[in-house]
Every structure is written in C-alpha cells, then in structure tokens.
C-alpha cells in the first residue's frame, strides 16, 4: 500500500526502490511507533523491501516505521537516513509532530543512537515496565523528530537502551526526562531538549584481587568507594 494510507488492513508491505538495497542492523535501526511487541520480519527480495507484520493492528492507530540507518545502496553503502513509511488502521492520518535535541548534562555532548519516547500521562512505570506509545531515535548530531502522532496528553524521555528490549533495566543505562508533561496540540510547535544522566546503578561488587608482594594485597572494586573496613577472620 502507498505511504500514507488509511483504513489499512494488510500484513505485508512492499516498497520498491530505483535500485538494489541491503539492511544494516535493522534491529537496532528500525523503530516502529506505536510500539509493536512482536516485531515484524524485513527481507530483501530484488529491489524491494518486504515487511511481514507478525501482530494485529490497533484500531484506529497511526503507525510510522522509522528505519533510521538500516537502508543502504547496495553498491556504495550509501545510506537513506531516517526514511518513513506510514499509514494507518483508521480513516485519518495522525499529524502531529515534536523534534528537539538530547545531549549528556555532564558535559553537554552530542546523545547519539539514543531512544527518545512519549508516554501517554498518568503511568508511574515509564520505561521499566510500560511500553511507549510513541518511539523515535536521535540521529548522528543528537536531533530527533517524532511524527504522526495524536493529540493528547504525555511525557518525554529519552534511554540509552544497552540491551535493546525499550526499558530502563540495565544498571549503568541513561536516561532523560522532560521536566514536565507536554500538552501537544496542533499549535504547539515547541523545541524540547532533553538532557542525558546517569544515576550510578552499577553495583558495588569485588571484580579482582591481587598479591602484589609480601604483605601487600590490591582489591579492585566495580566503583569507587570512600570507606573500606577490613575484618581479619582468623
């Protein structure tokens, strides 16, 4: 079906390019908003790209598959950054858009290939436990650009996702949160920066110990510590 459909029903896709095509870590790459539990399966037949849908559709639902860097040319490895596919379950489009900028508040840098979400208002398990309702990817300057969305009520963050399961599980994983909830309308037009941190959940475990010499011996720990009691057993 053509981008931008409506009433769609179909499970498979099928988009045609000019020329042949390869996929460079599509499931890294590719985000798919609203977010599907059982991801769809992507093959290259000849110049086109299959998509097998492997879940019913929500009714009445704008979904947009963001493929990030996963599209190439199959020749020079030329990529077609962020192209979209989109379509949805209903007779509208949804078209409602917010982008903006995530960098590390230690020192201001570039978050690249970092998770940015929107969650409807009202949960108190974002990211740990509840799935986004909206799901994007900031690009290689730290920009993201989220589209075809409803209006409504939600929350911004963005994850540095370790284990690419779309959750806040992994000790050592950043996160942002926008400071408050964003009321998205059709005038709104905001720019929302969003600023990495991380909240030190490595846990404190002995990681070596060393016998340098006679009576000399170093421990090495997973972080630092500013006190350390010792108690001799024996």
């Known amino acids: 079906p053509p981008h931008l459909s409506t009433n769609f029903t179909t499970k498979t896709i099928e988009i045609e390019f000019d020329?042949?095509?390869?996929?460079?870590?599509?499931?890294?790459?590719?985000?798919?908003?609203?977010?599907?539990?059982?991801?769809?399966?992507?093959?290259?037949?000849?110049?086109s790209l299959l998509i097998e849908l492997q879940e019913d559709l929500q009714e009445n639902t704008t979904y947009t598959i963001n493929f990030g860097l996963a599209i190439e040319d199959n020749?020079?490895?030329?990529?077609?950054?962020?192209?979209?596919?989109?379509?949805?379950?209903?007779?509208?489009?949804?078209?409602?858009?917010?982008?903006g900028e995530v960098l590390y508040a230690q020192d201001e840098t570039i978050a690249e290939n970092v998770l940015v979400a929107l969650y409807e208002t009202g949960s108190d398990t974002l990211f740990t436990t509840t799935p986004p309702k909206y799901i994007s990817r900031t690009d290689k300057d730290g920009h993201f650009k989220m589209g075809n969305i409803r209006a409504g009520n939600y929350q911004l963050i963005a994850l540095l996702d370790q284990n690419n399961n779309y959750f806040f599980d992994q000790a050592g994983e950043s996160i942002a949160f926008y400071p408050?909830?964003?009321?998205?309308?059709?005038?709104?037009?905001?720019?929302?920066?969003?600023?990495?941190?991380?909240?030190?959940?490595?846990k404190l475990n002995l990681s070596d110990k060393k016998k340098l010499d006679y009576g000399h011996l170093q421990l090495l720990f997973s972080k630092p510590q500013d006190t350390l009691e010792v108690r001799l057993i024996d």
């Open 19 to 47: 020329e042949y095509i390869k996929l460079n870590n599509p499931g890294e790459q590719i985000v798919i908003s609203p977010l599907m539990i059982k991801r769809p399966e992507f093959k290259i037949k000849g110049r």
């Open 75 to 99: 020749n020079e490895g030329n990529e077609l950054e962020n192209f979209e596919y989109a379509f949805a379950t209903g007779d509208e489009i949804d078209s409602l858009d917010i982008r």
């Open 180 to 202: 408050e909830p964003i009321a998205l309308t059709d005038s709104l037009k905001g720019h929302f920066d969003l600023f990495m941190f991380n909240e030190g959940k490595t």
